[in-house]
C-alpha cells in the first residue's frame, strides 16, 4: 500500500522559513517524479513544484519561484519542501504526491499558518 | 493554461445523473485527469487520460473529452458522492480548474 506522510508545519511569522517532509513508502521512491501541491483555505488546489527522479531538474510555480526549493533523498525516500520569505497567501495545507497520469496517491496535508 | 470548471454548484438528487465540465485556455490533449476531495480529507484521483477510471473508481463515474472541453459524468449520484470535483491538465506543467461543488438537492 502507497503511503505518504507529510510533516512539519506550523505556525511562522511573515518573512519566515519552514522545511516540510514528505517520507513515501509502498512504491519505488526513486522512480518517480515527486510534487508538492497545495490548497488555501476553502480554495481550489495549487501544484507548488516537482522534481525528477535523480533530483537533477526541478520546476516550480510562478507563485513560489524564487522563495521555495525542493530537494530529496532518495535513500530515505523523502522529499523536501524549503519554505523562505513567507506571506499570508502561503498559508494552506500542503500535500506532497507522486506524479503519474494525475496523482494516484496523496498524503494527508500538512498544515502551514503564515501569521504575526 | 487556465483550467475553467462550470457550474460552481450543481444540485442533485440521489440518483439523478449529474455531468460536469472542464475547458481548458488551450489543448491539453487528452492530459486531463478528475479528482473528489470531501472536507478534510485529500483528493481522490478518479479518472486519468481523460476517460480512464482510476483503480477502485465505481463504473457510475465516467470522463470524456480531449483537447479543450471535457466532462465527468456521475450516472446516479450516491449519499458518499457530494463532495467537491476537480479537473487538472498535466500535459503543460500542472494546473486545476477552481471545483464544482456537487450538493444534495
Known amino acids: 500500500e502507497v503511503q505518504l506522510v507529510e510533516s512539519g508545519g506550523g505556525l511562522v511569522q511573515p518573512g519566515g522559513s519552514l522545511t516540510l517532509s514528505c517520507v513515501g513508502s509502498g512504491f519505488t521512491f526513486s522512480n518517480f517524479w515527486m510534487s508538492w501541491v497545495r490548497q488555501a483555505p476553502g480554495r481550489e488546489l495549487e501544484w507548488v513544484a516537482n522534481m525528477k527522479e535523480d533530483g537533477s531538474q526541478a520546476y516550480y510555480a510562478d507563485s513560489v519561484k524564487g522563495r521555495f526549493t525542493i530537494t530529496r533523498d532518495n535513500a530515505k525516500n523523502s522529499f523536501y519542501l524549503h519554505m523562505s520569505s513567507l506571506r499570508g497567501d502561503d498559508t494552506a495545507v500542503y500535500f506532497c504526491?507522486?506524479?503519474?497520469?494525475?496523482?494516484?496517491?496523496w498524503g494527508q496535508g500538512t498544515v502551514v499558518t503564515v501569521s504575526s | 493554461i487556465v483550467m475553467t470548471q462550470s457550474p460552481a454548484t450543481l444540485s442533485v438528487s440521489p440518483g439523478e445523473r449529474a455531468t460536469l465540465s472542464c475547458r481548458a485556455s488551450?489543448?491539453?490533449?487528452?492530459?486531463l485527469a478528475w479528482y473528489q476531495q470531501k472536507p478534510g480529507q485529500a483528493p481522490r484521483l478518479l479518472i486519468h487520460s481523460a476517460s480512464t477510471r482510476a483503480t477502485g473508481i465505481p463504473a457510475r463515474f465516467s470522463g470524456s473529452g480531449s483537447g479543450t472541453e471535457f466532462t465527468l459524468t456521475i450516472s446516479s449520484l450516491q449519499s458518499e458522492d457530494f463532495a467537491v470535483y476537480y479537473c487538472?491538465?498535466?500535459?503543460?506543467?500542472?494546473?486545476f480548474g477552481q471545483g464544482t461543488k456537487v450538493e444534495v438537492k
Open positions: 487538472q491538465q498535466y500535459y503543460n506543467w500542472k494546473t
Open positions: 488551450q489543448s491539453v490533449t487528452n492530459k
Open positions: 504526491a507522486p506524479d503519474g497520469d494525475g496523482f494516484p496517491n
